[in-house]
């Protein structure tokens, strides 16, 4: 579809102007300038012009961008314009979490199963999908269109699992799981952790340690 | 603590080196080359130099790196030394999901409290704790010495909540509502979007076609 190779870094910064585009155009903001974009979101206008010249521009920047324009065009190049068909594996708090999730649907990915090991969960329903065990995993795949997994198991059971969906023509792997998937590079895998960010959110607040309390009793 | 200003790009890398460490050194590993764990990581010896670089390189690389003595430096220096006290503000799907996680324990992250603004909910327990209404934080962030606050609560919510936080002298919000936090340059912040992966995950879906399927029926 798109011919440039585009980097990995500026594809992840585009769900966060898709974001702000979003609210801008809820809020009936009809163009801004790359100046006002990069003081909204706390980047330089510099950076913002070199992400959206991978794609063309988008438009004159002398008159500003067109938000709604900007942010369809945006959608379409992260292909929200299209509607994935997606399973989750592992009925747990998160995997019940990312289940209810309502904006997920809004943007294409809709939620056709659920899967879990433990029999004590099959039969539950949630959000209108019942639990199924995993034996039956395959054959829904295929019969559902099935394109993407969100993987919400421990880490144990992960790279089984993978490996399992891998012959079942899976196109993408969501991996919450706690170790990093590496598949086929057909598929497709972004794996989530979450500790990672907690990790990161400590090293912060020792790096800035508070003033000296005065307000001690 | 540390003199020189380190990016936040490599501090970003640092949880994944930890975690691989780990992995390492609890499968009996007790020497790695720079190449080695490039080769491991999918990332660039260099890469990984120059990220070690940042706080002294971490010892001599010809005899490659002492992976115990690593796995602990990285730990001190994302904090993982020192204990912090959290509360879940949102004790919906997710904010259980997090209170059961128990590899955050294990990193000195411990869970003391959960608050929700239903009621519904109040007197539940979960992992021990019995989920609060919102009108007892601020007494409790200080009775427990609370220094960081999980808000796993719709986008409406996030905002006020926060700004109480803020009056409670929290030192750091780990941010799952999805609205970009920004707060006084002392309170720390780390905001996780979960749909911005699976955004990023639909554009490399779109991005890598599948061949033509031959096994089609």
Not at 146 to 155: G, Q, R
Not at 170 to 192: C, K, M, S, Y
Request: negative net charge.
């Amino acid at each position: 579809m798109v011919e440039k190779e585009i980097s990995q870094a500026v594809i992840s910064r585009l769900p966060r102007y898709f974001r702000y585009l979003g609210e801008l155009k809820d809020n009936g903001v009809e163009r801004i300038s790359s100046k006002d974009l990069s003081l909204l979101m706390k980047v330089t206008a510099s950076q913002i012009r070199q992400d959206f010249n991978n794609f063309g521009g988008f438009g004159q920047q002398g008159y500003g961008y067109n938000v709604e324009y900007l942010h369809n065009e945006i959608g379409n190049i992260l292909g929200l314009d299209q509607k994935h068909h997606l399973i989750i594996i592992g009925a747990g708090n998160l995997g019940q979490a990312i289940a209810n999730y309502m904006n997920f649907e809004r943007r294409g990915f809709i939620f056709k199963g659920i899967f879990d090991s433990n029999k004590e969960l099959h039969g539950k329903e949630i959000r209108g999908m019942v639990v199924q065990p995993m034996e039956e995993m395959p054959s829904f795949i295929k019969e559902n269109e099935i394109d993407i997994a969100v993987l919400t198991i421990p880490k144990s059971a992960a790279v089984a699992v993978a490996d399992k969906l891998v012959q079942c023509n899976i196109r993408a792997i969501w991996n919450f799981a706690h170790v990093d998937l590496t598949l086929p590079g057909n598929i497709q895998v972004e794996n989530v952790h979450l500790s990672d960010s907690l990790m990161k959110l400590s090293y912060n607040i020792n790096r800035f340690e508070p003033e000296p309390a005065d307000n001690l009793e």
